[in-house]
């Protein structure tokens, strides 16, 4: 199993930026799926974006062109680089490592868009 440790929540102004950290250990992070995911107060969490083992990256419709998701395998952490940050983009965000059918999540950092 892989434990995930996230970072780089803030309060941010609308328009601002925020790179998100999810740093993992305990297993081999190359072998995992990587996905961001966030849940905003009274609403399902939903799939942000997504960066596979080889590399291919996936966004959602809302983090198209405005975040960029990346990892560094010898630092064993995913990253998610976020721009233009609007009041929607409030939530906790979280990160999940997924092989083989399995998958690990990890506790979550907080953004707040807000002036």
């Known amino acids: 199993q892989v434990h995930l440790v996230e970072s780089g929540g803030a309060l941010v102004q609308p328009g601002g930026s925020l790179r998100l950290s999810c740093a993992a250990s305990g297993d081999i992070f190359s072998m995992y799926t990587m996905d961001w995911y966030r849940q905003a107060p009274g609403k399902q969490r939903e799939w942000v974006a997504g960066i596979t083992r080889g590399g291919n990256r996936y966004y959602s419709d809302s983090a198209k062109g405005r975040h960029t998701v990346s990892r560094d395998n010898a630092k064993n952490t995913m990253y998610l680089q976020m721009l233009t940050l609007k009041h929607k983009d409030t939530a906790d965000y979280c990160c999940?490592?997924?092989?083989?059918?399995?998958?690990?999540w990890g506790r979550g950092t907080q953004i707040t868009v807000s002036s």
């Open positions: 999940r490592a997924s092989v083989a059918g399995q998958a690990n």
